[in-house]
T-cell receptor
Framework: GAVVSQHPSWVICKSGTSVKIECRSL??????MFWYRQFPKQSLMLMAT?????????EQGVEKDKFLINHASLTLSTLTVTSAHPEDSSFYIC??????????????FGSGTRLTVV | GDSVTQMEGPVTLSEEAFLTINCTYT??????LFWYVQYPGEGLQLLLK?????DKGSNKGFEATYRKETTSFHLEKGSVQVSDSAVYFC???????????FGSGTKLNVKP
């Protein structure tokens, strides 16, 4: 079945540095990728939606200059957390929708990235 | 706007007990409804889905029925196993499937 690879699975960085998280669809082309953030014991919050070749659409309250999303190809989307601070520490999960998906059932989630900013 | 409310956890059950996790939704139009499962340290996996009223989604012994009259999509399993221990998320998606709304998740602990 469809597989989404997310890398790294965990990362620790110093406050003020930037971190890049990759999301790859391994065996399908993803026209749309989604980035979620999950706070401890809470649900997933949609941060942004990215379509290949176009600018990402950010949800209200999400700083687009802080969370840079690039969807350069049909198999790769990246999330860069710029000038990270401890409050950015969270679990980030990507999701990809295959080009062939018609019923919304084909969404595949990555395994997530645990970001800790110290 | 669209939203999903599910029962708070954690839910702790003994093996072979009956499971119910409640989920209700608010949506405009006719959403599709989903249950996702998240095992420790992993991403979300689709467990089951239903696309219209009275549809029943089922998988791995889990079932949920799309009830439009009560705007509910409760998850049930007749006999849980230790391996079912995970966090379960109820979710809905609108007509274009471009946005998912998730509930807060319910952690299930199954003891031997």
């Amino acid at each position: 079945g469809a597989v989404v690879s997310q890398h790294p699975s965990w990362v620790i960085c110093k406050s003020g540095t930037s971190v890049k998280i990759e999301c790859r669809s391994l065996d399908f082309q993803a026209t749309t990728m989604f980035w979620y953030r999950q706070f401890p014991k809470q649900s997933l919050m949609l941060m942004a939606t990215s379509n290949e070749g176009s600018k990402a659409t950010y949800e209200q309250g999400v700083e687009k200059d802080k969370f840079l999303i690039n969807h350069a190809s049909l198999t790769l989307s990246t999330l860069t957390v710029t000038s990270a601070h401890p409050e950015d520490s969270s679990f980030y999960i990507c999701s990809a929708r295959p080009r062939t998906d018609r019923g919304g059932y084909g969404y595949t989630f990555g395994s997530g990235t645990r970001l800790t900013v110290v | 706007g669209d939203s999903v409310t599910q029962m708070e956890g954690p839910v702790t059950l003994s093996e072979e007990a009956f499971l119910t996790i409640n989920c209700t939704y608010t949506a405009t139009g006719y959403p599709s409804l989903f249950w996702y499962v998240q095992y420790p340290g992993e991403g979300l996996q689709l467990l089951l889905k239903a696309t219209k009223a009275d549809d029943k989604g089922s998988n791995k012994g889990f079932e949920a029925t799309y009830r439009k009259e009560t705007t509910s999509f409760h998850l049930e399993k007749g006999s849980v196993q230790v391996s079912d221990s995970a966090v379960y998320f109820c979710a809905l998606s609108g007509y274009n499937f471009n946005k998912f709304y998730f509930g807060s998740g319910t952690k299930l602990n199954v003891k031997p």
